[in-house]
């Protein structure tokens, strides 16, 4: 599963990895492993983060075969 979350949150404002842990309820520990690529969000998950940026899911995750 790739995702744009470093980069999305990079371009809302330099949003720190804390607050949008924050902002899903999440550990900032979870967010730098899904930026990393080591970790999956929850389904629930994915939609805070993209609600969060005001974009769609699959404009934040993307899935390679």
């Known amino acids: 599963m790739t995702n744009r979350v470093r980069e ?3 371009h809302h404002d ?3 990895q804390s607050a949008l842990a924050e902002a899903i309820g ?3 520990q979870t967010v730098i492993a899904i930026e990393q690529g080591r970790y999956s969000p ?3 998950s994915a939609f805070r983060i993209s ?3 005001g974009v ?3 404009d934040v995750f993307g899935w390679e075969e």
């Open 26 to 28: 999440v550990t900032r």
């Open 8 to 10: 999305l949150r990079e």
């Open 42 to 44: 929850s389904l629930e």
């Open 56 to 58: 769609g899911v699959e």
């Open 14 to 16: 330099g949003m720190s």
């Open 51 to 53: 609600r969060v940026f």
